[in-house]
């Protein structure tokens, strides 16, 4: 769990360093203003769902559709419901491939967790 716990933070320093430099009048290139913090919106918001969800069951993980239905139904209410809705919000197909990223990052390092925790378990 401890790899999920830094790439975490990692996640949530990014993105407050982020606002707090856009705050401040940072420019920044297109790309990273467009999509970075799409990228760590699905580590922040998985991060969280899994504190969350071990508070009440100590060995839980994510699974791999836990993930995916997180990052679609994030797809759907940003990408698809807020556009329409509000003019802050623009339905870009690169910000669903960005929510994307971020969930197989989070994954992945949660993966590399649960088979180090599986390697130091003992044989019965």
Same mark, same amino acid.
């Given at each position: 769990?401890?790899?999920? *716990?830094? $790439?975490?933070? !990692?996640?949530?320093?990014?993105?407050?360093? +982020? =606002?707090?430099?856009? /705050?401040?009048?940072?420019?920044?290139?297109?790309?990273?203003?467009?999509?970075?913090?799409?990228?760590?919106?699905?580590?922040?918001?998985?991060? *969280?769902? $899994?504190?969350? !969800?071990?508070?009440?069951?100590?060995?839980? +993980? =994510?699974?791999?559709? /836990?993930?995916?239905?997180?990052?679609?139904?994030?797809?759907?209410?940003?990408?698809?419901?807020?556009?329409?809705?509000?003019?802050?919000?623009?339905?870009?197909?690169?910000?669903?491939?960005?929510?994307?990223?971020?969930?197989? =990052?989070?994954?992945?390092?949660?993966?590399?967790?649960?088979?180090?925790?599986?390697?130091?378990?003992?044989?019965?």
């Amino acid at each position: 769990m401890k790899r999920i *716990i830094i $790439f975490w933070w !990692l996640s949530v320093t990014l993105s407050i360093s +982020y =606002l707090i430099l856009d /705050h401040f009048g940072v420019e920044f290139p297109v790309f990273i203003r467009s999509y970075f913090m799409d990228l760590l919106c699905m580590p922040v918001i998985c991060g *969280i769902t $899994f504190f969350l !969800l071990r508070f009440f069951k100590e060995d839980f +993980y =994510l699974t791999k559709w /836990h993930v995916i239905s997180l990052t679609i139904m994030y797809a759907i209410y940003f990408e698809m419901i807020m556009p329409p809705i509000s003019e802050r919000y623009t339905a870009d197909v690169w910000d669903i491939v960005m929510y994307a990223l971020g969930s197989f =990052l989070f994954y992945q390092v949660q993966k590399i967790d649960l088979k180090n925790i599986a390697q130091k378990k003992p044989l019965r």
